[in-house]
């Protein structure tokens, strides 16, 4: 079983930062993909960002292109999502998930565990 705690949220103003991190409890966070996704008030939830196990993989969503970036510390069992210049629409709760086949999908099946989330409000 692999436990997954976000922290970093926050309320931060358009055009600022935020840097999430997930924290896994199982070592065997080293042989996952790690996925953010997001999930805004009465929207689906929605892919964010993805790494592979071992980090030489990233992939993002458009809407999040050249303003995000994930990243790895496996030996710390944590991932991080750097959020710069962020937007009134990133407003969200930001979930982290990991993904024991290492796929770094983008489909929000195919991963096993979650975190509870962590909320990001993004005001004008």
């Known amino acids: 079983q692999v436990q997954l705690v976000e922290s970093g949220g926050g309320l931060v103003q358009a055009g600022g930062s935020l840097r999430l991190s997930c924290a896994a409890s199982?070592?065997?966070?080293?042989?996952?993909?790690m996925g953010w996704f997001r999930q805004a008030p009465g929207k689906e939830r929605e892919f964010v960002a993805a790494?592979?196990?071992?980090?030489?993989?990233?992939n993002y969503a458009d809407s999040v292109k050249g303003r995000f970036t994930i990243s790895r510390n496996t030996a710390e069992n944590t991932v991080y999502l750097q959020m710069n210049r962020l937007k009134r629409e990133d407003t969200a709760v930001y979930y982290c998930?990991?993904?024991?086949?290492?796929?770094?999908?983008?489909?929000?099946?195919?991963?096993?565990?979650w975190g509870q989330g962590t909320q990001v409000t993004v005001s004008s």
């Open positions: 790494i592979s196990w071992n980090g030489g993989y990233t």
């Open positions: 199982e070592r065997t966070f080293s042989n996952c993909a």
């Open positions: 998930a990991a993904d024991l086949l290492g796929g770094s999908s983008p489909h929000p099946a195919e991963y096993d565990y």
